[in-house]
């Protein structure tokens, strides 16, 4: 296996600890340990002052496994193996492909949700959004892109970076089109909880289809990105199996304390979940404002949810250089569009952190300095 090297990751390594005003995260704001500790009922305080810094379970901690396994109807703890976030993604494609098969991916994606799979030698194509009033995945573009040798249909929703969602009724077509034919589904939802409105919140790949194994975890829509906790789900028992046989050749097991505060933040998930949607609520407000402001340099076609939006610069405008003169001219840290294999037109921005409007009163002057 030979990776391209991962350009996003690379970027954020060299900007991101240095960069005054962040508008290119992809998480929510982040709480403190003490502030985790605090909403913790007696049973995770006692936990946590109890804690043993030995060896954790490889598929994670039973009492963690079950607070994951309520997330999801008809599942219990031996549906869910307990990983890094990134990790389950290499875990799942590495257990479900082999040189020759065929994949399929929402476009543009994390990179390593593609090229994991290219790196195993397999062949790829890419499911590509419509563009309009909203993002839209068009499900007959789907269909034209399956081939007999079609082993994986991999989704995002919400979806980074366009913050697309999809109707029940289109995503449960996909899952009965991949069950016909014997495909597996791979579904990162590791934006799951952030629906703008909530009755557009669609149920987990892997509660729908035993063929499907879906990610998610607390980096993004619970704001604890460094805790490094994520999991991998399936009813497919045997599947879970290869995959915790294969974590022992990753890291064999978890943090113990990132595992008890993650039992605590699972358990304080709703006050969680309302924080983080009232923060980006607020910052969606300022975003319309902005594009309105500049509509003639830059337009974004608005998310439906996550914390991420896909912005489209006007003319001959190429993003690598606008992005690097926010940079170096307001330190502004923004993500242009060839990081992401989406066109040297678009950009990306996040809108989970509290500081936000500040960041975006330093683009904007930015984009009033060069619009002269």
């Avoid at 709480?31 to 913790?40: E, P």
């Avoid at 799942?92 to 098969?101: I, K, P, R, S």
């Avoid at 499907?212 to 045997?238: E, N, Q, T």
């Amino acid at each position: 296996m030979k990776f391209a090297p991962f350009k996003l990751e690379r970027y954020f390594e060299k900007h991101e600890f240095s960069a005054p005003y962040l508008l290119s995260c992809s998480d929510c704001e982040s709480v403190s340990m003490t502030d985790v500790l605090s909403w913790g009922d007696p049973l995770v305080k006692d936990l946590w002052r109890n804690l043993d810094l030995g060896y954790t379970e490889t598929r994670g901690h039973p009492l963690l496994r079950r607070e994951i396994a309520e997330l999801y109807h008809g599942m219990n703890e031996e549906h869910i193996l307990v990983c890094t976030p990134g990790e389950g993604i290499f875990l799942a494609m590495n257990v479900l492909l082999q040189e020759g098969d065929h994949v399929i991916t929402m476009f543009p994606a994390y990179q390593s949700l593609y090229e994991i799979a290219l790196g195993l030698g397999c062949s790829l194509d890419r499911w590509q959004p419509r563009l309009g009033d909203i993002w839209t995945f068009n499900l007959r573009d789907l269909e034209l892109l399956i081939k007999k040798e079609t082993r994986l249909i991999v989704l995002n929703l919400p979806h980074n970076p366009t913050g697309a969602m999809m109707n029940v009724g289109d995503f449960r077509e996909i899952l009965d089109m991949a069950s016909r034919l014997g495909i597996y589904v791979f579904c990162d939802e590791m934006y799951r909880y952030l629906e703008f409105n909530e009755e557009s919140r669609l149920p987990s790949a892997a509660q729908e289809y035993k063929k499907a194994v879906s990610l998610c975890g607390l980096s993004k829509s619970f704001g604890l990105p460094g805790l490094r906790i994520g999991w991998l789900s399936s009813k497919d028992k045997a599947l879970m199996e290869n995959l915790a046989s294969l974590k022992d050749y990753t890291t064999i097991c978890c943090s113990a304390p990132s595992e008890i505060l993650a039992i605590g933040a699972l358990r304080s998930r709703e006050l969680l979940i309302r924080r983080n949607l009232g923060i980006i609520k607020n910052n969606i407000l300022a975003l319309e404002q902005f594009f309105a402001n500049y509509a003639n340099v830059v337009s974004w076609i608005p998310p439906q949810a996550g914390t991420l939006a896909l912005c489209r610069l006007a003319g001959l405008l190429d993003s690598s250089v606008f992005c690097a003169g926010a940079l170096e001219k307001e330190g502004v840290l923004l993500v242009p569009g060839d990081l992401m294999d989406a066109g040297r037109s678009f950009f990306r921005i996040g809108f989970g952190r509290k500081n936000m409007p500040e960041a975006l009163a330093r683009l904007a002057r930015y984009i009033e300095k060069i619009a002269v």
